[in-house]
C-alpha cells in the first residue's frame, strides 16, 4: 500500500492546504557566540529569491520529463555500503570522554541523566569506538553487564544535549516503556539558515527512506513513491520499501540573530512524530537547514532541499521567505568543521521507579 501525498496533511491544522501552519509573527532578539564569530540581534528580512536544486551526480532524472528514473537493487546497496563506509570512518573519530568530561544532570540510584557534548557517539557500536555509554558505565555502580544495557535512547553523534541512561534492569525495562509510549517531552534548540518569517508553526511533510542516497531519509513523493515499485526487498532489504510515514514538526522562533552577517533563526522544535532524522529533513525542506548539518544542508549527503525539486517546494512546502542557495552555502562556508547547531535541551518525564515527575533543562553551546 503506497501513501499518497495528500493523505498525510492536516487539514484540521492547516488552513491554507499547504504543509506549514504559522500563525502570529513578533520580532525577538538574542546575542550568541557561536565559536569564535559574533551572532548579533537583528530584525533585517532576507531576500526573497528562490531556492535553487542542487543537482547531485548520484540522482537520476531524466531531463526530458523530469521523471525520476528508478534505480536496481544493485545500484541501491552499492550506494548504501559506500555511504555506510564514510558512516564508519566518521564513527572513528568520536571522542573519548574522560570523568571530568561528564556533565552529569541527575543521578540516583535507578537513572542518570547527562549532557552530551557533540562529537561523541551515543554506542561504540561493533568498532568499539568511543561513547557517551562506555564513559558513564565506567564510573556509575549498576548491575548491568555491559554499557549498551543503559542506553533507553540515542542522540546522534554530531547532537549535544540531555540524555537518560539506566542503571538497573527493572529501569532499563520501565524507561522503554516510557519511550515507547511517548510518554517523554523533548525540545531541541536549533540556529537555522536565514530568518524564519513566522515566530512558529507546524511542519507536516510524510518521511520515506531515501533509496538515492540511503541509508538518510526524503520527504515522500508519489514519484518516488512509484520508482520502489520494481524493487526486490529481498535484495534491497524491508525498511527501504516502508511506507511513507506521516511525521509533524512543531517550530517556535526564540531570536532572529547573524552569524558573519548572515541572517539565521534560533528555534525551539519538537519532534511531534519521532521519526528518523525528521528535524532535519523537515527544515531542509522548509528551506531552513540546521546551520553546520552536513547531511541535510547544502551540498550535504542526502538529498538537497529534503528531495524535493523546485516544482515541488512550490506545491509542498511554500515559503517566500526560504534561505536561497547561495546565503545557505555562506551559512555552510562560515559553519564548515564546526559541529552542527543543534541540541536537546529540555527533557520531561515520569521516574521509572517512584513515578514523580522530572523536567531538565541546559543551556546549548552555540
Do not use: W
Not at 340 to 362: E, M, Q, W
Request: with cysteine; net charge negative; charged share 25%.
Amino acid at each position: 500500500m503506497r501513501f499518497t501525498l495528500s493523505a498525510t496533511l492536516i487539514a484540521a491544522s492547516l488552513s491554507t492546504g499547504a504543509a506549514f501552519a504559522p500563525t502570529f509573527q513578533r520580532e525577538t532578539s538574542k546575542t550568541v557566540l557561536f565559536s569564535t564569530l559574533k551572532a548579533r540581534p537583528t530584525t533585517a528580512s532576507i531576500a526573497k529569491k528562490p531556492a535553487v536544486d542542487i543537482e547531485n551526480s548520484f540522482r537520476k532524472i531524466n531531463d526530458a520529463s523530469n521523471k525520476i528514473v528508478p534505480l536496481t537493487g544493485e545500484e541501491i546497496n552499492a550506494r548504501l555500503n559506500a555511504q555506510l563506509e564514510k558512516l564508519r570512518e566518521k564513527d572513528r573519530n568520536s571522542k573519548e570522554l574522560s570523568q571530568e568530561d561528564l556533565v552529569v544532570v541527575f543521578e540516583d540510584d535507578d537513572i542518570i541523566v547527562v549532557d552530551k557534548p557533540s562529537g561523541v557517539l551515543t554506542v561504540a557500536g561493533k568498532e568499539a569506538n568511543p561513547s557517551l555509554a562506555k564513559a558513564v558505565y565506567d564510573i556509575v555502580k549498576t548491575d548491568l553487564p555491559t554499557e549498551d544495557h543503559m542506553v533507553v535512547h540515542r542522540l546522534g553523534m554530531d547532537t549535544s544535549g540531555l540524555i537518560i541512561l539506566a542503571k538497573t534492569k527493572h529501569a532499563v525495562r520501565k524507561m522503554n516503556e516510557v519511550f515507547r509510549s511517548r510518554k517523554v517531552e523533548r525540545q531541541y534548540e536549533a540556529l537555522v539558515a536565514g530568518h524564519i518569517e513566522k515566530d512558529e508553526g507546524l511542519i507536516s511533510l510524510p518521511i520515506m527512506r531515501d533509496y538515492e542516497f540511503p541509508p538518510y531519509v526524503r520527504i515522500s513523493t508519489d514519484d518516488h513513491q512509484r520508482a520502489l515499485l520494481d524493487l526486490d526487498p529481498e535484495v534491497v532489504g524491508k525498511k527501504i520499501l516502508e511506507a511513507p510515514k506521516e511525521s509533524i514538526t512543531k517550530y517556535e522562533v526564540v531570536s532572529r540573530e547573524e552569524i558573519d552577517g548572515n541572517p539565521v533563526t534560533r528555534v525551539t522544535l519538537t519532534s511531534i512524530s519521532g521519526r528518523y532524522h525528521q528535524l532535519n529533513v523537515h527544515l531542509a525542506a522548509f528551506g531552513h537547514p540546521i546551520v553546520g548539518d552536513t547531511v541535510y544542508g547544502i551540498e550535504g549527503s542526502a538529498a538537497s532541499n529534503g528531495g524535493l525539486r523546485d516544482e515541488e517546494l512550490e506545491v509542498l512546502a511554500p515559503n517566500p521567505n526560504r534561505a536561497c542557495s547561495p546565503l545557505q552555502a555562506a551559512i555552510s562556508s562560515v559553519a564548515k568543521d564546526k559541529p552542527a547547531c543543534v541540541h536537546a535541551k529540555y527533557l520531561r518525564f515520569r521516574h521509572p521507579i517512584s513515578g514523580n515527575s522530572l523536567d531538565f533543562s541546559t543551556d546549548s553551546p552555540f
